[in-house]
Antibody, heavy 123, light 113 residues
Framework: EVQLLESGGGLVQPGGSLRLSCAAS????????MTWVRQTPEKGLEWLSS????????YYADSVKGRFTISRDNSKNTLYLQLNSLRAEDTAIYHC????????????????WGQGTVVTVSS | DIVMTQSPDSLAVSLGERATINCKSS????????????LAWYQQKPGQPPKLLIY???TRESGVPDRFSGSGSGTDFTLTINSLQAEDVAVYYC?????????FGQGTKVEAK
């Protein structure tokens, strides 16, 4: 059974940093691109960043480019998102999602999502 | 970025009746070299993450009931739920993956009348 379990969220002050993790199980992690998507009531679902199965290719939304960094450790079946220079508008539920296609390439549609971890940016 | 606009924002349908959700993209998501529409539909219930229903605009994900169907091409797409069941009450999102910068519709809330 595929499972994605996010962790690392919490309350952080503006300008602060967090590192989110997504522990994956139930599939061959290195064969799949992975993605981070965040969700808020105001803006809905917002794509943030994706990474190929090998980790050799990464992609970012303009809104987070230069502030967030995606990475993965295929030996630990874990996806990461480093969040720096956080702003109030980064407050959201952060989901990791598994690419449906098994080629390792990033297409951008997802057959499994984690429940999410909550990030709150506030002083 | 491609803007995805869904209509309506919400709808109430009697159980057993049909629900139709529309999704319009600000530019075509049809890739001419493979004749595929880079469009997916998701269902999200309260407290749960999104669930993939449809991809390539009309391919139903494994395990999804056949009362769910997707249609359309280019910039205009439709998700149809035939014979709405109580468990279909949820918010539905369309999403384009034609560009690296993925974008989602704002969501359509489906309720039982």
């Amino acid at each position: 059974e595929v499972q994605l379990l996010e962790s690392g969220g919490g309350l952080v002050q503006p300008g602060g940093s967090l590192r989110l993790s997504c522990a994956a199980s139930g599939f061959t992690f290195s064969s799949y691109a992975m993605t981070w998507v965040r969700q808020t009531p105001e803006k809905g679902l917002e794509w943030l960043s994706s990474i190929s199965g090998t980790g050799g290719s990464t992609y970012y939304a303009d809104s987070v480019k230069g502030r967030f960094t995606i990475s993965r450790d295929n030996s630990k079946n874990t996806l990461y998102l480093q969040l720096n220079s956080l702003r109030a508008e980064d407050t959201a539920i952060y989901h990791c999602a598994k690419e449906r296609d098994s080629s390792g390439h990033y297409y951008g549609y997802f057959d499994y999502w984690g429940q999410g971890t909550v990030v709150t940016v506030s002083s | 970025d491609i803007v995805m606009t869904q209509s309506p924002d919400s709808l109430a349908v009697s159980l057993g009746e049909r629900a139709t959700i529309n999704c319009k993209s600000s530019q075509s998501v049809l890739y001419s070299s493979n004749n595929r529409n880079y469009l997916a539909w998701y269902q999200q219930k309260p407290g749960q993450p999104p669930k993939l229903l449809i991809y390539w605009a009309s391919t139903r994900e494994s395990g999804v009931p056949d009362r769910f169907s997707g249609s359309g091409s280019g910039t205009d797409f439709t998700l149809t739920i035939n014979s709405l069941q109580a468990e279909d009450v949820a918010v539905y999102y369309c999403q384009q993956y034609y560009t690296i910068s993925l974008t989602f519709g704002q969501g359509t809330k489906v309720e039982a009348k």
